[in-house]
């Protein structure tokens, strides 16, 4: 049975730094793309970024340029380093997993995503 687990969300002020880890287990992690998501209050599920198996990224436009994802295999563990944050970000953060067949398609809709962690909370106050 396939688990993610995030953490490392909190509270930080504008301009501030986070980073967020998800572990997972019950799965072969190399072989599955992984992608970050968030959830503020009335709003609904939306991209943040995403990591294929082979590594390589994309990122929703409003966090290019400040956010970075990475994954180390060897710790089934997947990141996202969170620079400069605004109050607007503020939200539940989720790490989301899909196998992947291959080929050379970027996911970043949460419908392409089935497995799911409980999310992190992560406060930007101003």
């Known amino acids: 049975q396939v688990q993610l687990v995030e953490s490392g969300g909190g509270l930080v002020q504008a301009g501030g730094s986070l980073r967020l880890a998800c572990a997972a287990s019950g799965l072969t992690f190399g072989s599955y793309d992984m992608g970050w998501f968030r959830q503020a209050p009335g709003k609904e599920r939306e991209f943040v970024a995403t990591i294929r198996w082979i590594g390589i990224a994309d990122y929703a436009d409003s966090v290019k340029g400040r956010f970075t994802i990475s994954r180390d295999n060897a710790k089934n563990t997947v990141y996202l380093q969170m620079n400069s944050l605004q109050p607007e970000e503020t939200a539940v953060y989720y790490c989301?997993?899909?196998?992947?067949?291959?080929?050379?398609?970027?996911?970043?809709?949460?419908?392409?995503?089935?497995?799911w962690g409980p999310g992190t909370q992560v406060t930007v106050s101003s």
């Open positions: 989301a997993g899909r196998l992947t067949w291959g080929g050379t398609t970027i996911y970043t809709d949460a419908a392409d995503f089935t497995s």
